[in-house]
C-alpha cells in the first residue's frame, strides 16, 4: 500500500460534505482541548444530520476492533448491520492482520488516519472508497480507545478495474498531522 501526501488527502476529503464535517469537528475538539479528543466532544446527535448515515464507531477490545455504530448509508450498501461484529470478521482473512494494524495507527499517534482503496460488497459492483479513522477517548484525559469515522464509497472511474490480486483493497494511507487539521481550521 503506497503512502499518500497530506494536502492530497485533505483535498480528498473536502470534497466530501460529510468527511469534512466530521475532520472539521474531530481537529476543532483536539484544537480546543490540546489533546486526543474524547466521545463527549464528537457525540453523533451533536454531528451534522449529513454525516450520520455514513459513521462508524469501533471500540478496541484486546487485539480486536468491535463495531459500535454503523450508518444506515454502510447497511444499505453491504446489505446487513455490522453493530457487534468484530473488524476482522468483516474483512478477507487475508486482509485482518493488515486491517487491525492500521485501525491502531489512529490510537497509538493520536492522530487521524485516512485511506482508500476499493470495496467489493456481494452482488453489488466493486466500488472506490475513501475512509477517515478518528482517534477517540472515552473520557477527557484518557488514552483512546475508539475509532469514529465515515466512509465515502465512490463508483469506479470508467475504464479502471479492480485487481483481483489484492486481497486488502487498500491503495493509500496517509496518517495526517497538526499542519493538515489548521488547513481545515483556517
Not at 448515515?53 to 469501533?58: A, E
Request: with cysteine; proline share 10%; net charge positive.
Amino acid at each position: 500500500m503506497a503512502g499518500l501526501d497530506g494536502k492530497v488527502a485533505i483535498a480528498t476529503i473536502m470534497g466530501h460534505p460529510p468527511l469534512a464535517a466530521l475532520l472539521r469537528r474531530w481537529c476543532l475538539a483536539q484544537a480546543t482541548r490540546g489533546e486526543t479528543p474524547c466521545r463527549a466532544d464528537l457525540e453523533p446527535y451533536d454531528l451534522p444530520r449529513i454525516l450520520l448515515p455514513y459513521m462508524f464507531i469501533y471500540a478496541q477490545e484486546g487485539d480486536r476492533f468491535r463495531c459500535r455504530l454503523y450508518g444506515s448509508k454502510l447497511r444499505d450498501f453491504f446489505g446487513e448491520d455490522s453493530t457487534g461484529r468484530y473488524l476482522d470478521e468483516m474483512v478477507k482473512p487475508d486482509a485482518r492482520e493488515k486491517r487491525n494494524s492500521l485501525f491502531r495507527k489512529p490510537l497509538e499517534s493520536g492522530r487521524p488516519l485516512f485511506y482508500r482503496g476499493f470495496l467489493v460488497a456481494p452482488g453489488v459492483e466493486w466500488r472506490h472508497f475513501n475512509r477517515l479513522l478518528l482517534p477517540v477517548a472515552t473520557q477527557p484525559g484518557a488514552s483512546p480507545t475508539q475509532i469514529m469515522g465515515a466512509l465515502r464509497i465512490i463508483p469506479p472511474p470508467p475504464g479502471l478495474r479492480l485487481d483481483g490480486n489484492d486481497p486488502d483493497g487498500m491503495l493509500q494511507h496517509c496518517l495526517l498531522q497538526e499542519d493538515d487539521c489548521r488547513l481545515l481550521l483556517d
